[in-house]
Protein backbone atom coordinates (compact mmCIF):
# COMPACT_ATOMS: atom_id res chain seq x y z
CA UNK A 1 0.00 0.00 0.00
CA UNK A 2 1.43 3.36 -1.13
CA UNK A 3 1.88 5.72 1.89
CA UNK A 4 1.57 8.99 1.38
CA UNK A 5 3.62 12.46 3.32
CA UNK A 6 3.53 15.86 2.87
CA UNK A 7 5.93 16.54 5.86
CA UNK A 8 10.08 16.23 5.81
CA UNK A 9 9.74 14.87 9.34
CA UNK A 10 7.41 12.33 8.46
CA UNK A 11 9.50 10.78 5.06
CA UNK A 12 12.73 10.85 7.28
CA UNK A 13 11.38 8.91 10.07
CA UNK A 14 9.47 6.01 7.12
CA UNK A 15 13.01 6.55 5.47
CA UNK A 16 15.18 5.98 8.21
CA UNK A 17 13.74 2.45 9.20
CA UNK A 18 13.81 1.70 5.73
CA UNK A 19 17.41 2.34 5.59
CA UNK A 20 18.08 -0.09 8.55
CA UNK A 21 17.33 -3.40 7.04
CA UNK A 22 19.77 -2.12 4.10
CA UNK A 23 16.92 -1.62 1.42
CA UNK A 24 18.14 -0.17 -1.80
CA UNK A 25 16.22 3.33 -2.22
CA UNK A 26 15.46 4.88 -5.43
CA UNK A 27 13.97 8.42 -6.26
CA UNK A 28 11.82 9.79 -8.94
CA UNK A 29 11.65 13.27 -8.43
CA UNK A 30 8.31 14.79 -11.02
CA UNK A 31 6.10 17.37 -11.20
CA UNK A 32 2.49 15.69 -11.48
CA UNK A 33 -0.03 15.10 -13.56
CA UNK A 34 1.99 11.78 -14.77
CA UNK A 35 1.71 10.19 -17.73
CA UNK A 36 3.79 6.62 -19.46
CA UNK A 37 6.78 8.70 -19.22
CA UNK A 38 6.89 9.10 -15.93
CA UNK A 39 5.47 5.76 -15.27
CA UNK A 40 8.15 3.98 -16.99
CA UNK A 41 10.97 5.97 -14.52
CA UNK A 42 8.56 4.28 -11.50
CA UNK A 43 8.94 0.55 -13.88
CA UNK A 44 12.27 0.98 -14.36
CA UNK A 45 13.01 1.94 -10.68
CA UNK A 46 11.44 -0.75 -9.24
CA UNK A 47 13.19 -3.52 -11.07
CA UNK A 48 16.46 -1.98 -10.08
CA UNK A 49 15.97 -1.10 -6.39
CA UNK A 50 13.88 -2.61 -2.71
CA UNK A 51 12.14 0.80 -2.21
CA UNK A 52 10.73 3.33 -4.65
CA UNK A 53 10.06 7.28 -3.51
CA UNK A 54 8.14 9.04 -6.02
CA UNK A 55 7.86 13.20 -5.19
CA UNK A 56 5.35 15.04 -7.19
CA UNK A 57 6.38 19.21 -6.43
CA UNK A 58 5.25 21.81 -8.85
CA UNK A 59 8.67 23.74 -8.16
CA UNK A 60 8.14 27.43 -8.10
CA UNK A 61 12.01 28.26 -8.57
CA UNK A 62 12.17 26.50 -12.36
CA UNK A 63 9.45 28.72 -13.76
CA UNK A 64 10.41 32.18 -15.05
CA UNK A 65 8.76 34.50 -15.03
CA UNK A 66 5.40 35.12 -17.61
CA UNK A 67 5.78 31.24 -17.66
CA UNK A 68 2.74 28.64 -16.56
CA UNK A 69 3.58 28.07 -12.54
CA UNK A 70 -0.64 28.62 -11.48
CA UNK A 71 -1.54 26.98 -14.24
CA UNK A 72 0.66 23.46 -14.38
CA UNK A 73 -1.52 20.84 -14.38
CA UNK A 74 -2.47 19.66 -10.95
CA UNK A 75 -4.08 15.98 -11.18
CA UNK A 76 -2.97 14.72 -7.60
CA UNK A 77 -6.36 11.94 -7.31
CA UNK A 78 -5.39 10.23 -10.74
CA UNK A 79 -1.60 10.92 -10.05
CA UNK A 80 -1.96 8.49 -6.81
CA UNK A 81 -4.43 6.00 -8.40
CA UNK A 82 -1.54 5.75 -11.03
CA UNK A 83 1.46 5.24 -8.50
CA UNK A 84 -0.72 2.96 -6.34
CA UNK A 85 -1.25 0.20 -9.19
CA UNK A 86 2.28 0.16 -9.75
CA UNK A 87 2.78 -0.49 -6.01
CA UNK A 88 4.81 2.38 -5.33
CA UNK A 89 6.31 2.35 -1.52
CA UNK A 90 6.12 5.98 -0.75
CA UNK A 91 4.93 9.45 -2.51
CA UNK A 92 6.25 12.73 -1.09
CA UNK A 93 3.88 15.89 -1.88
CA UNK A 94 5.12 19.00 -0.04
CA UNK A 95 3.92 22.39 -0.26
CA UNK A 96 6.35 24.77 -1.14
CA UNK A 97 6.82 26.01 2.35
CA UNK A 98 7.98 22.74 3.45
CA UNK A 99 11.24 23.25 1.24
CA UNK A 100 11.35 26.59 0.89
CA UNK A 101 10.91 28.13 4.40
CA UNK A 102 11.56 31.19 5.01
CA UNK A 103 11.09 31.57 8.56
CA UNK A 104 14.00 32.72 9.61
CA UNK A 105 16.71 34.49 8.23
CA UNK A 106 19.07 32.13 6.64
CA UNK A 107 20.58 33.31 3.52
CA UNK A 108 19.69 31.11 0.86
CA UNK A 109 21.60 29.15 -1.46
CA UNK A 110 21.03 28.48 -5.25
CA UNK A 111 22.61 25.13 -6.78
CA UNK A 112 23.94 26.45 -10.41
CA UNK A 113 26.33 25.63 -13.37
CA UNK A 114 27.09 28.29 -14.63
CA UNK A 115 28.51 26.48 -18.50
CA UNK A 116 25.29 24.21 -19.16
CA UNK A 117 22.46 26.50 -17.80
CA UNK A 118 23.43 29.44 -20.16
CA UNK A 119 22.63 27.51 -23.60
CA UNK A 120 20.11 25.71 -25.26
CA UNK A 121 16.99 25.97 -22.89
CA UNK A 122 18.60 27.95 -20.23
CA UNK A 123 19.52 30.66 -22.48
CA UNK A 124 15.63 31.09 -23.19
CA UNK A 125 14.61 30.16 -19.80
CA UNK A 126 17.11 31.70 -17.53
CA UNK A 127 17.24 30.82 -14.32
CA UNK A 128 15.22 27.31 -14.80
CA UNK A 129 18.20 25.71 -14.37
CA UNK A 130 19.35 26.79 -11.30
CA UNK A 131 15.90 25.96 -10.24
CA UNK A 132 16.06 22.86 -11.31
CA UNK A 133 19.40 22.00 -9.61
CA UNK A 134 18.17 23.77 -6.17
CA UNK A 135 15.31 21.70 -5.66
CA UNK A 136 16.71 18.44 -7.01
CA UNK A 137 19.63 18.77 -4.67
CA UNK A 138 17.04 19.25 -1.67
CA UNK A 139 15.26 15.91 -2.51
CA UNK A 140 18.64 13.96 -2.94
CA UNK A 141 19.28 15.76 0.89
CA UNK A 142 15.89 14.85 2.41
CA UNK A 143 15.42 11.65 0.21
CA UNK A 144 19.05 10.25 0.43
CA UNK A 145 18.26 7.61 -2.32
CA UNK A 146 20.87 5.55 -4.07
CA UNK A 147 19.36 5.69 -7.30
CA UNK A 148 18.03 8.57 -8.98
CA UNK A 149 16.11 8.06 -12.32
CA UNK A 150 15.16 10.92 -14.84
CA UNK A 151 14.24 11.04 -18.69
CA UNK A 152 16.16 11.26 -21.55
CA UNK A 153 13.19 13.92 -22.92
CA UNK A 154 14.74 16.65 -20.36
CA UNK A 155 18.48 15.58 -21.75
CA UNK A 156 19.84 18.75 -20.90
CA UNK A 157 18.57 18.87 -17.28
CA UNK A 158 19.84 15.19 -17.16
CA UNK A 159 23.45 16.36 -17.92
CA UNK A 160 22.88 19.02 -15.11
CA UNK A 161 22.01 16.50 -12.57
CA UNK A 162 24.54 14.11 -13.79
CA UNK A 163 27.13 17.28 -13.16
CA UNK A 164 25.48 18.13 -10.07
CA UNK A 165 26.03 14.95 -8.64
CA UNK A 166 29.63 14.77 -9.28
CA UNK A 167 30.72 18.22 -8.10
CA UNK A 168 29.21 17.65 -4.90
CA UNK A 169 30.68 13.81 -4.59
CA UNK A 170 26.61 12.44 -3.94
CA UNK A 171 26.92 8.80 -3.47
CA UNK A 172 24.00 8.44 -5.71
CA UNK A 173 23.83 6.80 -8.84
CA UNK A 174 21.76 8.55 -11.93
CA UNK A 175 20.27 6.26 -14.52
CA UNK A 176 18.07 7.77 -16.98
CA UNK A 177 15.53 5.84 -19.38
CA UNK A 178 14.31 6.84 -22.97
CA UNK A 179 11.60 8.83 -24.05
CA UNK A 180 7.85 7.63 -24.10
CA UNK A 181 6.23 8.74 -27.39
CA UNK A 182 2.59 8.49 -28.40
CA UNK A 183 1.97 6.27 -31.37
CA UNK A 184 2.13 9.66 -33.64
CA UNK A 185 6.38 9.88 -32.23
CA UNK A 186 5.28 13.06 -30.26
CA UNK A 187 7.41 13.11 -27.04
CA UNK A 188 4.68 12.48 -24.11
CA UNK A 189 4.69 15.91 -21.64
CA UNK A 190 2.21 16.97 -19.12
CA UNK A 191 2.44 20.08 -21.59
CA UNK A 192 0.95 18.42 -23.97
CA UNK A 193 -2.68 18.91 -22.44
CA UNK A 194 -2.23 22.57 -23.57
CA UNK A 195 -2.02 21.75 -27.17
CA UNK A 196 -5.12 22.13 -28.97
CA UNK A 197 -6.55 19.22 -31.36
CA UNK A 198 -5.30 20.36 -34.28
CA UNK A 199 -1.58 21.36 -32.30
CA UNK A 200 -1.68 17.57 -31.36
CA UNK A 201 -1.98 16.53 -35.07
CA UNK A 202 0.65 18.92 -35.74
CA UNK A 203 2.96 18.29 -32.93
CA UNK A 204 4.67 15.29 -34.10
CA UNK A 205 6.24 17.00 -36.97
CA UNK A 206 9.26 18.03 -34.41
CA UNK A 207 10.09 14.25 -33.72
CA UNK A 208 9.52 13.57 -37.66
CA UNK A 209 11.62 16.50 -37.96
CA UNK A 210 14.71 15.42 -35.86
CA UNK A 211 14.61 12.24 -37.55
CA UNK A 212 14.89 13.22 -41.03
CA UNK A 213 17.95 15.09 -39.57
CA UNK A 214 19.46 12.34 -38.27
CA UNK A 215 18.89 10.75 -41.65
CA UNK A 216 21.15 13.19 -43.45
CA UNK A 217 23.94 12.88 -40.98
CA UNK A 218 23.71 9.01 -40.95
CA UNK A 219 24.02 9.17 -44.96
CA UNK A 220 26.85 11.11 -44.69
CA UNK A 221 25.77 14.69 -43.99
CA UNK A 222 27.97 16.99 -41.96
CA UNK A 223 27.38 20.53 -43.14
CA UNK A 224 25.19 20.02 -39.38
CA UNK A 225 24.62 24.61 -39.55
CA UNK A 226 23.23 23.91 -43.27
CA UNK A 227 20.86 20.83 -41.39
CA UNK A 228 20.09 23.07 -38.74
CA UNK A 229 18.22 25.88 -41.08
CA UNK A 230 16.75 23.32 -43.54
CA UNK A 231 15.30 22.19 -39.83
CA UNK A 232 14.38 25.32 -38.93
CA UNK A 233 12.46 26.21 -42.30
CA UNK A 234 10.49 22.93 -42.19
CA UNK A 235 9.45 23.58 -38.74
CA UNK A 236 8.58 27.51 -39.49
CA UNK A 237 6.29 26.17 -42.16
CA UNK A 238 4.88 23.37 -40.10
CA UNK A 239 3.61 26.51 -37.48
CA UNK A 240 6.16 26.25 -35.22
CA UNK A 241 7.81 28.85 -33.72
CA UNK A 242 11.50 27.38 -33.14
CA UNK A 243 13.72 28.65 -30.22
CA UNK A 244 16.69 26.23 -31.32
CA UNK A 245 17.59 23.32 -33.70
CA UNK A 246 20.69 22.06 -32.30
CA UNK A 247 22.99 19.42 -33.44
CA UNK A 248 25.86 19.01 -30.72
CA UNK A 249 27.95 17.27 -28.59
CA UNK A 250 25.86 14.62 -26.50
CA UNK A 251 28.21 15.39 -23.38
CA UNK A 252 29.00 18.75 -23.48
CA UNK A 253 26.23 20.00 -25.65
CA UNK A 254 28.52 21.98 -27.74
CA UNK A 255 28.66 22.15 -31.26
CA UNK A 256 28.78 18.52 -32.53
CA UNK A 257 31.54 16.89 -33.55
CA UNK A 258 32.00 13.71 -35.69
CA UNK A 259 31.12 11.63 -32.64
CA UNK A 260 27.94 11.36 -30.39
CA UNK A 261 25.70 13.54 -31.84
CA UNK A 262 22.24 14.69 -30.38
CA UNK A 263 19.70 16.80 -31.81
CA UNK A 264 18.03 18.86 -29.36
CA UNK A 265 15.03 21.10 -30.56
CA UNK A 266 12.95 23.70 -28.29
CA UNK A 267 9.99 25.29 -30.10
CA UNK A 268 6.34 26.96 -30.02
CA UNK A 269 2.99 25.14 -30.90
CA UNK A 270 0.74 28.41 -30.49
CA UNK A 271 1.19 28.77 -26.92
CA UNK A 272 2.86 25.41 -26.04
CA UNK A 273 6.51 25.41 -25.62
CA UNK A 274 7.47 22.03 -27.14
CA UNK A 275 11.06 19.91 -26.53
CA UNK A 276 12.41 16.73 -27.81
CA UNK A 277 15.38 15.05 -28.85
CA UNK A 278 17.18 12.33 -30.28
CA UNK A 279 20.90 10.77 -30.35
CA UNK A 280 22.53 10.24 -34.04
CA UNK A 281 24.04 7.00 -33.67
CA UNK A 282 22.22 4.91 -31.42
CA UNK A 283 18.43 6.02 -32.27
CA UNK A 284 16.44 3.53 -34.21
P1 LIG B 1 8.37 16.38 -15.03
O1 LIG B 1 7.18 15.95 -14.25
O2 LIG B 1 8.04 16.94 -16.38
O3 LIG B 1 9.31 17.27 -14.23
O4 LIG B 1 9.20 15.08 -15.35
C1 LIG B 1 9.63 14.21 -14.34
C2 LIG B 1 10.57 13.19 -14.92
O5 LIG B 1 9.93 12.47 -15.96
C3 LIG B 1 11.83 13.83 -15.54
O6 LIG B 1 12.96 13.03 -15.24
C4 LIG B 1 11.51 13.80 -17.01
O7 LIG B 1 12.66 13.77 -17.84
C5 LIG B 1 10.73 12.49 -17.13
N1 LIG B 1 9.88 12.49 -18.33
C6 LIG B 1 9.02 13.46 -18.73
N2 LIG B 1 8.46 13.13 -19.92
C7 LIG B 1 8.99 11.92 -20.27
C8 LIG B 1 8.81 11.04 -21.39
N3 LIG B 1 7.99 11.33 -22.39
N4 LIG B 1 9.51 9.89 -21.42
C9 LIG B 1 10.37 9.57 -20.40
N5 LIG B 1 10.57 10.36 -19.32
C10 LIG B 1 9.89 11.51 -19.25
Known sequence: MIKIVKKIVHLESLLSDVRSVKKKISLVPTMGNLHKGHLSLVEKAKKISDYVVVTIF?????????EDFANYPRTLDSDINLLSELDVDLLFVPEVIELYPTNDNTPTIEISNPELESIHCGKYRP???????TIVSKLFSIVQPNIALFGEKDYQQLLIIRSL??????????VSAPTIREDSGLAMSSRNTYLSKSEFRQAPKLYKCIKETI??????????????????????????????????DSKTLAPAG????????AAWLGKTRLIDNARV????
Open 127 to 133: GHFKGVA
Open 281 to 284: HTYD
Open 258 to 265: DDDAIVLV
Open 165 to 174: VKNLLLPIEV
Open 215 to 248: KMIRNGDKDYEQLEKEANIFLEQAGFKVEYYSIC
Open 58 to 66: VNPTQFVEG
